[in-house]
């Protein structure tokens, strides 16, 4: 079973940065695709980056290219997400994903297992 766990959200004014971090339980980390996606109230679980299993390749929906970056650190089981010029509809719960398979999709469904979700909120 792998655990993960997010951290990092909270306010912040537009213009601004925050980085999410996911920590993750397991000894199989290395080998996972991970995702980040963020859900707002009555709309669907949307993908936001991903990254495969080496972080040589990485991914992002178009709203963020550009302002956003996942990483991820093998040796500490831990998976970021740099958020640069922060707007207000980036307002959401984040989540953090792992994927069994070593390349990322993009597909909630495609995803094994989750985080709890950490919640940012962007301010006009």
């Known amino acids: 079973q792998v655990q993960l766990v997010e951290s990092g959200g909270g306010l912040v004014q537009a213009g601004g940065s925050l980085r999410l971090s996911c920590a993750t339980s397991?000894?199989?980390?290395?080998?996972?695709?991970m995702g980040w996606f963020r859900q707002t109230a009555g709309k669907e679980r949307e993908f936001v980056a991903g990254?495969?299993?080496?972080?040589?390749?990485?991914g992002y929906a178009d709203s963020v290219k550009g302002r956003f970056t996942i990483s991820r650190d093998n040796a500490k089981n831990t998976v970021y997400l740099q958020m640069n010029s922060l707007k207000p509809e980036d307002t959401a719960v984040y989540y953090c994903?792992?994927?069994?398979?070593?390349?990322?999709?993009?597909?909630?469904?495609?995803?094994?297992?989750w985080g709890q979700g950490t919640q940012v909120t962007v301010s006009s």
């Open positions: 397991g000894r199989s980390f290395s080998s996972y695709a």
């Open positions: 990254i495969d299993w080496s972080g040589r390749s990485t």
């Open positions: 994903a792992a994927d069994k398979s070593a390349y990322f999709r993009e597909h909630v469904s495609s995803y094994d297992y």
